[in-house]
């Protein structure tokens, strides 16, 4: 496992105002708390924390935090990052006991997804469901991340919790709970959307012709060329033969 050495320095002013001069002077407030003992407000550089903060077993790692020349082993706990710019609003540090069980979420790592029978053959897709889970164990036996091996699994098929290798000393919560044992990530087909047919506009010209048959009304032939109305035969006048 990774090791991560971390210096802070103790704060005795509170509140948000003190905590924006904080931010202004490249600080970021934390508070380091737990194991029996009272909470402790400090502070720690950006930049080092924004540094830590990219690297995934920093999530995971027992940390050393070191405080008025006092080291205490702890976890990261939570953190909020400002909306816009990059920088570290506010940072938790959990203390934590050798023989204590604790609480910790770690990444999952998916192995063998391009070898798979259902992506390499078949022609499906990996979809990942979880990118982390719950576990509990003892700080010294907490790992930087779990295994899944997909190198086996075939179209339509699923990698659940139970799944999961585990090192010794370490469950899944919701499993050692009772909880159920949630599919983790899945080999899918590939879904493939039919076109709507496309319809050709009218040719111009066309659009009179057409209208009144799409109506039901059957269109008038148009005289013959050459063809005059003939004139309707007028009566005789009375008196007259």
Not at 149 to 162: T, Y
């Amino acid at each position: 496992m990774a090791k991560f050495d971390i210096t802070a320095e103790p704060r005795s002013v509170q509140g948000k105002g003190a905590s924006r001069r904080l931010r202004r002077a490249g600080l970021a407030p934390a508070i380091l708390y737990g194991a029996e003992k009272p909470p402790q407000m400090v502070s720690l550089p950006q930049n080092v924390l924004l540094k830590h903060l990219d690297d995934e077993r920093f999530h995971s790692a027992i940390l050393n935090v070191t405080v008025d020349g006092q080291t205490d082993q702890a976890i990261l706990r939570d953190w909020q990052m400002h909306p816009v710019r990059t920088e570290v609003l506010h940072v938790d540090f959990q203390r934590i006991s050798a023989t204590e069980k604790l609480h910790m979420k770690v990444p999952l790592h998916f192995l063998g997804q391009d070898v798979a029978p259902g992506v390499k053959l078949e022609g499906g897709i990996v979809t990942h469901l979880m990118t982390d889970i719950d576990i509990t164990c003892l700080p010294k036996d907490l790992p930087e991340f779990l295994e899944v091996d997909m190198s086996q699994m075939h179209l339509n098929h699923s990698v659940h919790l139970s799944d999961i290798k585990l090192p010794e000393g370490v469950q899944i919560t919701s499993l050692a709970h009772g909880g159920d044992d949630h599919a983790v990530a899945a080999i899918t087909a590939v879904r493939v959307e039919e076109e709507a047919p496309v319809v050709a506009a009218p040719v111009e010209g066309e659009a009179a012709a057409v209208a009144p048959a799409a109506a039901g009304a059957p269109a008038a032939a148009a005289p013959a060329a050459g063809e005059a109305k003939k004139p309707e035969a007028k009566k005789p006048e009375a008196g007259k033969k």
